[in-house]
C-alpha cells in the first residue's frame, strides 16, 4: 500500500516571502501521479500542482511549483511571494494508474499554513 | 456550469439511524469517490467506482455502503454500524486515470 508523510503539521510565512512544504512517499510503482490540493477555511478541495512520475520536469503553476525527486521519493510543494490567501491546509496526495477500476488518490496528513503580515 | 453538488451541507442524525448523503456531478465524469476527513487525520478513501454498477471499498468502508445506478449519482449510506460517523464527508469525481479528482463542498454530519 501506498503511504504519503506530511512532516510539518503547521507552518508560518511573512507576506511576500517564500515558503517550502515538504512531502515523502512509499511506493513500489514505477508510474504515477503526485498532487498538492490546498483546503481554505471554506473547506473547498482546490488543486494547486500535479506532477506525472515520468517527468523528470518539475510542475509549475505561477507562484508554486515542485521539487520533485524520484529516486528519494520526495515532492515539496515551494510557494513564492506568498499571500494572504494562500492560508489554508495543504494536502500532498499520490495516485496509482490502476486498469479496470478508478486510480485511488492516497493523502497525506496535511500541512495548515498561516500567511501573517 | 459543471461541478459536484454535495447535499445537504450540515447534517445531524441520532445514533442508530442511518443516513444518506447525496452527491451529484454533471462533469460526464466516469470515476466518483467518497472521502472522510477527521481532524490531523487527512482524507481517507470510503468508496470509489469507475462505472456504473460497480463500486469498490476503500480504506475504510466498514460502516458505510453505496450505490451507482446512474453515472451522475454516487450517494453513500451511514449506517448504524459505523461507530464514529461524525465527520467531514467530501465526494469527488475523475475523468480517468491520472486526472485530478474534482470535489464537492462537503457535507458535516453529526451524530449524537
Known amino acids: 500500500a501506498q503511504t504519503v508523510t506530511q512532516s510539518q503539521p503547521e507552518m508560518s510565512v511573512q507576506e511576500a516571502e517564500t515558503v517550502t512544504l515538504s512531502c515523502t512517499y512509499d511506493t513500489s510503482e514505477n508510474n504515477y501521479y503526485l498532487f498538492w490540493y490546498k483546503q481554505p477555511p471554506s473547506r473547498q478541495m482546490i488543486l494547486v500542482i500535479r506532477?506525472?512520475?515520468?517527468?523528470?520536469q518539475n510542475a509549475t503553476e505561477n507562484r508554486f511549483s515542485v521539487n520533485f525527486q524520484k529516486a528519494a521519493k520526495s515532492f515539496s510543494l515551494k510557494i513564492s511571494d506568498s499571500q494572504l490567501g494562500d492560508t489554508a491546509m495543504y494536502f500532498c496526495a499520490f495516485m496509482k494508474l490502476s486498469t479496470g477500476t478508478a486510480s485511488k488518490l492516497t493523502f497525506g496528513t496535511g500541512t495548515r499554513l498561516q500567511v501573517t503580515l | 456550469d459543471g461541478g459536484i453538488t454535495q447535499s445537504p451541507k450540515y447534517l445531524f442524525r441520532k445514533e442508530g439511524q442511518n443516513v444518506t448523503l447525496s452527491c451529484e456531478q454533471n462533469?460526464?465524469?466516469?470515476?466518483m469517490y467518497w472521502y472522510r476527513q477527521d481532524p490531523g487525520q487527512g482524507l481517507r478513501l470510503i468508496y470509489y467506482s469507475q462505472i456504473v454498477n460497480d463500486f469498490q471499498k476503500g480504506d475504510i468502508a466498514e460502516g458505510y455502503s453505496v450505490s451507482r445506478e446512474k453515472k451522475e449519482s454516487f450517494p453513500l449510506t451511514v449506517t448504524s454500524a459505523q461507530k464514529n460517523p461524525t465527520a467531514f464527508y467530501l465526494c469527488?469525481?475523475?475523468?480517468?486515470?491520472?486526472?485530478?479528482?474534482?470535489f464537492g463542498n462537503g457535507t458535516r454530519l453529526t451524530v449524537t
Open positions: 462533469l460526464n465524469h466516469d470515476a
Open positions: 506532477q506525472e512520475a515520468y517527468k523528470q
Open positions: 469527488a469525481s475523475s475523468i480517468s486515470g491520472g486526472a485530478p479528482l474534482h
